[in-house]
T-cell receptor, first 116, second 113 residues
Framework: DTGVSQDPRHKITKRGQNVTFRCDPISEHNRLYWYRQTLGQGPEFLTYFQNEAQLEKSRLLSDRFSAERPKGSFSTLEIQRTEQGDSAMYLC??????????????FGEGSWLTVV | AQSVSQHNHHVILSEAASLELGCNYSYGGTVNLFWYVQYPGQHLQLLLKYFSGDPLVKGIKGFEAEFIKSKFSFNLRKPSVQWSDTAEYFCAVSEYNNNDMRFGAGTRLTVKP
């Protein structure tokens, strides 16, 4: 399978613990995105990378959240001191670069986080 | 701020019925428009997209959508639905040269056999 892959698919953690999600994008895609989705809502943009550079961050990305893409390939999303409100599906997506913004974004299957 | 509205939260149809799901967006500039589908237990998949040109775009599985600029709308249609179309459908919009893709809240479609 050469799609976007995410790990782990499910994570249950206690409030206050740190969690980290990993995303491997489609290999030739240099853009990588993180979204969050809660039940009954559409995905909400969190941040995106162009290669290793983090170019945009949503206000949804509080200082407890940090995302990295150190070598421009895989990315990690870490949530520190998790809260129950962090329970959601965290979606990773990738796209090739298109200078006119005509990017089709391909999504992974998501990582479900439950904070208890 | 840009927003995307999907008018129907849950639509229930019988097989062979026609489908139209509404999508409106608030941004007045040049936009890219998408419909994604999420089948139960699966990831979001692209159904169709509009960047420019013919405002009537055809996607996979017999779906089509029409961009009406004057109405800021991008409604999804299918002439005859099947039970396998049961899924959640998301409209998404991104501004020209902007990577912040905004999604609607989604419409859950249930097709009864």
């Amino acid at each position: 399978d050469t799609g976007v892959s995410q790990d782990p698919r499910h994570k249950i953690t206690k409030r206050g613990q740190n969690v980290t999600f990993r995303c491997d994008p489609i290999s030739e895609h240099n853009r990588l995105y993180w979204y969050r989705q809660t039940l009954g809502q559409g995905p909400e943009f969190l941040t995106y990378f162009q290669n290793e550079a983090q170019l945009e961050k949503s206000r949804l990305l509080s200082d407890r959240f940090s995302a990295e893409r150190p070598k421009g390939s895989f990315s990690t999303l870490e949530i520190q001191r998790t809260e129950q409100g962090d329970s959601a599906m965290y979606l990773c997506a990738s796209s090739p670069t298109n200078t006119r913004g005509r990017n089709t974004i391909y999504f992974g299957e998501g990582s479900w986080l439950t904070v208890v | 701020a840009q927003s995307v509205s999907q008018h129907n939260h849950h639509v229930i149809l019988s097989e062979a019925a026609s489908l139209e799901l509404g999508c409106n967006y608030s941004y007045g500039g040049t936009v890219n428009l998408f419909w994604y589908v999420q089948y139960p237990g699966q990831h979001l998949q692209l159904l169709l997209k509009y960047f420019s040109g013919d405002p009537l775009v055809k996607g996979i599985k017999g779906f089509e959508a029409e961009f009406i600029k004057s109405k800021f709308s991008f409604n999804l249609r299918k002439p005859s639905v099947q039970w396998s179309d049961t899924a959640e459908y998301f409209c998404a919009v991104s501004e020209y040269n902007n990577n912040d893709m905004r999604f609607g809240a989604g419409t859950r479609l249930t097709v009864k056999p």
